[in-house]
């Protein structure tokens, strides 16, 4: 059982946040009721009884305000700040080469700090699956109409929807089977991990597994899901 087993959460917080506009800070440290959007998801990984311990992973100019806000937060579970690479898939790297050597038999979680609202249920059902399947992911079922289009914006197909889904994170695997994921795309020069981790177990052969995703686990993305965001921990706590 997972339970036997050291588990580590890598939180990456690393984007720049252009899609979400203006001059201000990126949107993972935005202050959401109290608390920047990347101190949710740290705590909410505190809080949990499944995780041994944290790596948050940040752009070098952020690295001090962000080992500034670990003690602030005043965190229970060991917690790592390490500066990340250009793009996600060397961040993700990054975090786990802090990985000591009593994680690396365990289990690894990988979670993008634009995402405050990590649940603990989430976190023990994505464990148990990584465990089994050696790798996990949440998602939830596309319920949109897709169309593909050309350069032009003009529709080419519609989709079938049935078996789509989409993904969020955290995402779970076996620390080393992630590791050595990450490794063989270095060597073989793949750069194509934008999204997630599980675009290269997928390439090494390795399903993973989708577990039901939670509609309150947004990602702070654009402005407008930072109002849903106040408006969903308001309504919470009211």
């Given at each position: ?15 720049k ?44 100019e ?56 990590v ?29 593909t ?16 889904f ?60 930072m ?7 308001e309504?919470?706590?009211?």
């Amino acid at each position: 059982m997972y339970r036997n087993l050291m588990v580590s959460a890598i939180v990456v917080a690393g984007g720049k946040g252009s899609r979400f506009g203006g001059d201000g800070p990126p949107k993972q440290f935005l202050m959401l009721c109290g608390a920047p959007v990347l101190g949710h998801g740290l705590l909410a990984f505190d809080k949990s009884p499944y995780i041994d311990r944290i790596v948050l992973v940040v752009p070098k100019e952020h690295l001090m305000m962000c080992e500034d806000l670990v003690e602030q937060l005043d965190l229970q579970k060991p917690c790592d700040v390490v500066v990340g690479g250009e793009a996600r898939q060397e961040s993700v790297c990054n975090g786990l080469l802090q990985l000591e050597e009593g994680c690396l038999d365990g289990l690894v979680l990988v979670h993008d700090g634009a995402r405050p609202f990590v649940d603990g249920e989430d976190i023990e059902a994505l464990l148990t699956a990584a465990y089994d399947y050696s790798a996990a992911t949440l998602g939830l079922p596309v319920t949109d109409c897709l169309k593909t289009v050309d350069i032009e914006m003009s529709i080419q197909q519609t989709l079938v929807r049935d078996n789509v889904f989409t993904v969020q994170t955290p995402q779970a695997f076996k620390a080393e089977l992630l590791i050595r994921a990450h490794k063989e795309a270095r060597e073989a020069g793949r750069k194509s991990l934008r999204y997630d981790d599980c675009q290269l177990v997928e390439k090494m052969g390795i399903s993973p597994k989708i577990v039901a995703g939670n509609p309150r686990n947004i990602k702070i993305t654009h402005a407008i899901d930072m109002i849903v965001a106040r408006a969903i921990l308001e309504g919470e706590n009211s």
